[in-house]
Structure formats: structure tokens, C-alpha cells
């Protein structure tokens, strides 16, 4: 492995959601990441194929049966090993199945065990179940969002679980990394889906605090209700998204829109001319195609782009350019978000097959030929065949 993390030896615990998207972050970035999968896979609707699950590029799969004995001794084994642990399960499992914290910072000191769960460690909730709206919905996040009238729409999983949860948890892990590196004893570190949307939320808070954002949605300068920030369908049912929030860019806006007679940039946050404005622009749009919308803002500073669909966005001049989509095995994966002028991390691998791994990681923790057809037999862990 090359990358900035290259020699940091991470165990993933395999889950949904944040954590294993906290392990591609960690794996792009040049870490081994072991992925420590069941030996059945539970089954949660959102499966694909191993060569789709693009969130596993670059890992290890362990497969192994962690309600015997002897599977969890085996994890128990590799994480003493390694410098981190990430898991994602609901509060307590971890210490039940004798992979607690305590358990595994008295054999490895030094490592910094990342934990993940949907509410958080405490509270009445903790132990229930919940998905990403769930969460968004006690943050505050989900009721900002959408048009007044109507529910607000399920912003994806991009809220909650990846900009929420696991961003904090990949900043919260490499952050421990420093202090365990430096004095040899590492910590627990805590984050869930709940905390996490809500820790995105402090500048929208800041505006409702100071009486600049209406708890009606479809009102404020970023939920829509602005006309120089939303999206309008062009002639060809296609959509552009205008963000033109700065004067100058605004005025560059109505400039190449040609209405710079017919809309009073002075007046640009005056909330009683946003439903008229947002009426005309809407109009002005739908009298060319997108193509033609975008070759017109093509470069300029009056911050108008595309609404580009999955097929589309990787072949777009500006993300091809930019590296945004690395190619794996022929498919376009969103590539590396982070970008480092030394020890750039390569190509990620594709992501393996169930157990894949198995054999290659039980020999690298010092188990023999013999230990591994043991364990085999007995059902303890699974071996796939590494993809051609």
C-alpha cells in the first residue's frame, strides 16, 4: 500500500453505513484495512455483488464465525495486532461477544478503538433501532429541508451516515492516532448517526439564532426559498442549479440570464420580490436546454452548473480533470476526496470476495496450515477463491 496511512493496520468490524465508508476513507488513504465479515452476510435489502460493494475497494475480508469460541478468539488476536478498531454495532454487543474496549485496550494499549452507533452510547434511545432519517430527524437537519406544505424528502444517506457519522469518526480515529503514537496509550473514541447530523449544523443554528433563518421551509436563502440559490427545469426537462449568493456573482447571473433591466440586484435578499424573481427566472430557463444553459455559464462566476445525473457526472470535462472518479475493474468509482503532494495513495484495489482474505490474514497473525484446516473444518472461518 502507498498513502499517508501506509503501515497503519486497521480492523473493520463489517457493517452498514458509516463504518464501512470510515474504512474505504481510511484504506484509500493507504491503510490495510482487515474487514471482519460473518460468515452469512445479514441480509438488509441494500446488497450487490462484492465487485459493486465500492466502499470495500482496497480491504482484506476476514470471514469468520464470531458466535464460536474460537472466531472470536481469532479477531480478539488481530486486533492486539493492530492500531485501530472501528465497529458500528448498537451499545454493549461489542462487550458481549468479548471484544469490548476494556478487552482489547488491556492486550493492545495503543490502540484507538472507533465506535459508531445510531443514537450514541446513551440515552433512552440507544438501544433502538433507527436509519439515517431517523436520526435527521431529531437534529433539526430534516425539517430544514424541502418545500413548505410538503414532507420533506430523505436527503439520501449522505447527512447522516457519511457526512455526519463517518466523517467524525475518521477525524475522531486519526486524531487519537496522534496522542497514542506520541505516549504509547490509546483511547475509546464515540460517535453515532444522531451526533453527527447534528455537528453539521452549527451555521444553520447561528442563522436561526440570530433571527436570519425561518423555521419554514422553502423561506431561507439556502433551503430553496431564495431565487438566485435553487434549481430550475430547463426546456428540455432537465434541471441547472443556481448559486449565485455573492452580489458580484449575482449580477454576472442576471447578465448572462439577460435580465439585468428587469430585476433590481440591490433587492437580491429582499424576501417580498423572491416569489416574482424566482417566476421569471423559472420562465427564462425553460426557454433553452440544458446543453445550452450550461455552454452559456460554461466557466463564468455566476455560479450556474448542470444537474448531471450518475451517468453523467464522471465523464463531465471538469471532474476528468479533476480526478474525481478513479477507474476499478472497468466501473467509475468516486475516488479519494483528499489529495497529499507526497506518498500519494494508488489505484485502490477492488473490493474482495466474502473471505477472500481469510487465509492470507490468519497466516499473517502466525496461524499454521494446520490451524487454518482446523478452523475450516470446524467451521469457524470461510475461505473464497480470489477473483481472476
Avoid at 49 to 69: C, I, N, T, W, Y
Avoid at 141 to 169: C, I, K, Q, S, Y
Avoid at 174 to 186: C, E, N, Q
Amino acid at each position: 500500500m502507498t498513502g499517508p496511512l501506509a503501515g497503519l493496520k486497521v480492523v473493520e468490524m463489517a457493517a452498514i453505513g458509516p463504518v464501512p465508508f470510515c474504512g474505504m476513507v481510511l484504506a484509500d488513504m493507504g491503510a490495510t484495512v482487515v474487514r471482519v465479515d460473518r460468515l452469512i452476510p445479514a441480509r438488509l435489502g441494500l446488497e450487490v455483488e462484492p465487485r459493486f460493494d465500492f466502499m470495500a475497494r482496497g480491504k482484506q475480508s476476514l470471514a469468520v464465525d464470531l458466535k464460536h469460541p474460537d472466531g472470536v478468539e481469532i479477531v480478539r488476536r488481530l486486533i492486539a495486532s493492530a492500531d485501530v478498531v472501528i465497529e458500528g454495532f448498537r451499545p454493549g454487543v461489542m462487550e458481549r461477544l468479548g471484544l469490548g474496549p476494556d478487552t482489547c485496550l488491556s492486550a493492545n494499549s495503543k490502540l484507538v478503538f472507533g465506535r459508531c452507533s445510531g443514537w450514541g452510547q446513551a440515552g433512552p434511545w440507544a438501544a433502538a433501532a433507527g436509519h439515517d432519517i431517523n436520526y435527521l430527524g431529531l437534529s433539526g437537519a430534516l425539517a430544514a429541508m424541502g418545500e413548505d406544505g410538503a414532507p420533506p424528502p430523505p436527503p439520501l444517506n449522505l447527512v447522516g451516515d457519511f457526512g455526519g457519522a463517518a466523517m467524525h469518526l475518521v477525524c475522531g480515529v486519526l486524531a487519537a492516532l496522534l496522542p497514542a503514537r506520541m505516549t504509547g496509550k490509546g483511547q475509546v473514541v464515540t460517535t453515532s448517526i444522531a451526533q453527527g447530523a447534528v455537528a453539521l449544523m452549527p451555521m444553520i443554528y447561528g442563522l436561526h439564532a440570530a433571527g436570519g433563518w425561518t423555521l419554514t421551509r422553502g423561506e431561507n436563502r439556502l433551503d430553496g426559498g431564495a431565487p438566485y440559490y435553487r434549481c430550475y427545469e430547463t426546456s428540455d426537462a432537465r434541471y441547472m442549479a443556481a448559486a449565485a449568493i455573492e452580489m458580484k456573482f449575482y449580477a454576472e447571473f442576471l447578465r448572462k440570464m439577460e435580465l439585468e433591466g428587469a430585476v433590481d440586484p440591490a433587492r437580491q435578499h429582499d424576501r417580498t420580490t423572491w416569489p416574482a424573481t424566482t417566476a421569471l427566472f423559472a420562465r427564462r430557463f425553460r426557454e433553452r436546454t440544458q446543453a445550452e444553459w450550461s455552454t452559456l455559464f460554461a466557466g463564468s462566476d455566476a455560479c450556474v452548473t448542470p444537474v448531471l445525473d450518475m451517468s453523467e457526472a464522471p465523464r463531465h470535462p471538469q471532474q476528468v480533470a479533476a480526478a474525481a472518479f478513479v477507474e476499478v475493474e472497468g466501473y467509475a468509482h468516486p475516488g479519494p476526496g483528499v489529495g497529499f503532494s507526497q506518498a500519494a495513495a494508488a489505484t485502490p484495489a477492488p473490493p474482495p470476495e466474502l473471505g477472500q482474505d481469510t487465509g492470507e490474514v490468519l497466516r499473517g497473525m502466525g496461524y499454521s496450515k494446520d490451524d487454518i484446516a482446523k478452523f475450516r473444518a470446524a467451521g469457524v472461518v470461510a475461505q473464497a477463491s480470489a477473483r481472476s
